[in-house]
């Protein structure tokens, strides 16, 4: 079924088709039809059958053109971070970096799991289901050993320590990913570390659980579950690519700027809130999700706190820490 002129466009860019896809893709059939023409008239004995493989060709050189709103990616490139699987993600290296001891998510994992290994590979869970009160102050005495120690943040709403679990957001997104990546597992009042884990744990130490844990963060958790935010856009699905932008430059405006124009559709998901406009929306939405509550959660950058000169915002810089660089190298070509 054609899309009609003013029908949104089915690439899901939130334009109208007449704006979009619709001029593009005439001119390209257009122009492929011309070298497809060309092509014949030079080599009058191709068959039918050959002349399908040249269009074919011509249709996949078309697709590997860098686009100006992805910020130099091709279609290809972008349908491969936004719709393949983890394990199958291009043009990007994921590796385990060799010391996570910086790392929030993955020291609290180590806490976890060393005081199972203590207890024969399980320990009591409180009446509520939370982690044990010990382990939730051996994790808030972590905090000086990571770097977002250098903005300092009271304890009652430091999301790096706390009393108990309940106040202690990135240990309890630490024990929920560790769930969801199958780590762990809650039985009969107690967490208990799977068999296999444990032999991993032993062998490899905490490096073995960083892809996992990664993939449960990027494809399975909920970003939204710790914010008040009842937008249920799913930014998951830009993860990679507002990494490799945020990791090129820094800058969180440009960050935001980027995404709406390579998403433009996403602005329409924001544009039911009545006291932001719907960029404002989406900057809050990708600095809480995104930025605060994954990339910081995980040690890969810190972010100061938001501050105002004559109640005008001041542009936020994140700094990109060594655990980020060793854990993703890019390879995009037509950069």
């Known amino acids: 079924m054609k899309s009609v002129r003013n029908d949104p466009c089915p690439c899901g860019s939130g334009k109208k088709y007449q704006d979009c896809c619709m001029n593009s893709a005439s001119k390209q059939h257009a122009s492929m039809l011309d070298d497809i023409e060309q092509v014949a008239a030079m080599n009058p004995n191709l068959s039918l059958d050959e002349l399908n493989i040249v269009a074919e060709h011509k249709m996949q050189a078309a697709n590997n053109l860098p686009v100006p709103d992805f910020c130099g990616l091709s279609p290809t490139q972008m349908a491969n971070w936004l719709y393949s699987p983890f394990n199958e993600l291009e043009w990007v290296t994921i590796s385990t970096p060799e010391d996570l001891s910086r790392s929030p998510v993955m020291r609290y994992l ?59 957001n990135a240990l309890h997104y630490s024990r929920v990913l560790a769930e969801i990546a199958g780590i762990i597992y809650r039985r009969s009042g107690r967490y208990h570390v799977k068999k296999t884990a444990q032999k991993q744990y032993q062998k490899q130490g905490i490096n073995a659980f960083f892809i996992p844990m990664l993939e449960a963060a990027t494809v399975k958790y909920n970003w939204g579950y710790l914010d008040g935010w009842e937008h249920a856009m799913d930014l998951r699905k830009f993860w990679l690519f507002m990494l490799w932008r945020l990791q090129s430059h820094g800058s969180v405006d440009q960050l935001i700027e980027e995404v709406a124009t390579a998403f433009p559709n996403v602005l329409l998901e924001c544009s039911s809130e009545e006291y932001l406009s719907p960029s404002q929306l989406l900057g809050t939405l990708i600095e809480s999700r995104f930025i605060d509550r994954f990339l910081q959660f995980w040690g890969f950058v810190t972010i100061e706190r938001k501050r105002y000169v004559s109640e005008t915002h001041v542009p936020r810089k994140v700094d990109i820490l060594p655990v980020l660089k060793q854990a993703f190298q890019f390879n995009i070509d037509n950069q």
Not at 125 to 149: H, I, M, W
């Open 110 to 168: 180590a806490l976890i799991l060393d005081e199972a290994m203590q207890h024969g590979g399980s320990f009591k869970a409180t009446t509520k289901g939370n982690l044990p009160t010990k382990l939730v102050r051996q994790a808030s005495d972590e905090l000086p050993q990571f770097a977002v120690s250098r903005y300092p943040t009271h304890i009652s709403i430091n999301e790096y320590c706390g009393t108990n679990e309940d106040k202690f």
